[in-house]
């Protein structure tokens, strides 16, 4: 009888358990969404202007520095402003030094982006850096006689570029907005 009973629930459990086929789980992709950016003129008692995303908070600091922050992403745009006084080859030279210190943990450095704006005397380049290194995206403009902004991406997470790229790429595109909308107030 024991036996019988047992073999009754053996076999019942057998065909309430084999009711639908196992399938894996699809990947799941990451689907980030950022705001669509408008942009606000910045303005100050230093040298220079130009406009950041709405979203984005600036903070002037001393020597003309600034830090334009990005809270939800984690994100700040150093800004070093240095004053030229017939040293621009020594002082451009110092930014790219500072961009190429990167290379011992990038898996690329590439070109530079050049920008040029005759007009309103602005010279520069922008180069997107490859890796897990602690700043991805770097820039310089000038005006080629007074003076020179320099400034570099940092996020406050562990360096991951894969993790990372989506929201590199959507600050890059505020620093080329920053870049093109840059007035010399001191000409």
């Given amino acids: ?8 629930i053996s076999v019942a459990l057998f065909f309430l358990s084999c009711s639908d086929d196992v399938l894996p789980k699809p990947k799941a992709f990451l689907r980030l969404e950022y705001p669509t950016n408008s942009y606000q003129k910045i303005e100050s008692d230093c040298p220079y202007s130009f406009q950041i995303a709405k979203g984005a908070t600036a903070v002037l600091e001393p020597n003309c520095w600034m830090k334009i922050k990005y809270p939800k992403l984690k994100a700040t745009i150093h800004i070093t402003y240095r004053k030229v006084d017939n040293n621009l080859n020594a002082v451009l030279k110092e930014v ?34 490859e890796g897990d290194v602690a700043s991805n995206v770097q820039f310089h403009v000038t005006d080629s006689v007074k003076n020179v902004l320099y400034g570099a991406l940092y996020f406050k997470v562990k360096p991951n570029y894969d993790s990372i790229l989506p929201a590199i790429k959507y600050v890059e595109k505020d620093i080329k907005n920053l870049m093109e909308t840059i007035e010399w107030n001191n000409n």
Avoid: C, Q, R
Avoid at 1 to 8: A, G, P, Q, T, W
Avoid at 111 to 122: G, I, Q, T
């Fill in 1 to 8: 009888m024991k036996i019988n009973s047992l073999l009754f």
């Fill in 96 to 129: 790219e030094k500072l961009t190429y210190e990167h290379t011992v943990k990038a898996d690329a450095i590439n070109a530079p982006k050049l920008y040029e704006n005759k007009l309103k005397k602005v010279y520069g380049s922008m180069i997107h850096i």
